[in-house]
Nanobody, 114 residues
Framework: QVQLVQSGGGLVQPGGSLSLSCAAS????????MGWYRQAPGKERELVAQ???????KYAEDVKGRFAISRDNPKNTVYLQMNSLKPEDTAVYYC????????WGQGTQVTVSS
């Protein structure tokens, strides 16, 4: 049974930091490209950051320099460090594992508000 279990998130003031984690089980984690997506109310789900099986990274333009994605293969976990958060970063964040099949985490709310 494949599971992606997310943790982290919550409420933070503008300019603050949060970190997200996504622990995978039931998949050959090191083979999978891992990504973080977000969906704000009334908007489409969008890619925030992704990291390939070889460690290459890609970021959405509006998070470059503020967010950092990383992975720990022995722990089957992908992380998203979010710094200098803005109100427009408010959304539900999802992790995704992509290879032959895509799997999604349960989603976690990130709210940036004073």
């Amino acid at each position: 049974q494949v599971q992606l279990v997310q943790s982290g998130g919550g409420l933070v003031q503008p300019g603050g930091s949060l970190s997200l984690s996504c622990a995978a089980s039931g998949i050959g984690f090191s083979r999978y490209a891992m990504g973080w997506y977000r969906q704000a109310p009334g908007k489409e789900r969008e890619l925030v950051a992704q990291i390939g099986s070889g460690g290459s990274t890609k970021y959405a333009e509006d998070v470059k320099g503020r967010f950092a994605i990383s992975r720990d293969n022995p722990k089957n976990t992908v992380y998203l460090q979010m710094n200098s958060l803005k109100p427009e970063d408010t959304a539900v964040y999802y992790c995704r594992a992509g290879y032959a099949t895509d799997y999604w985490g349960q989603g976690t709310q990130v709210t940036v508000s004073s």
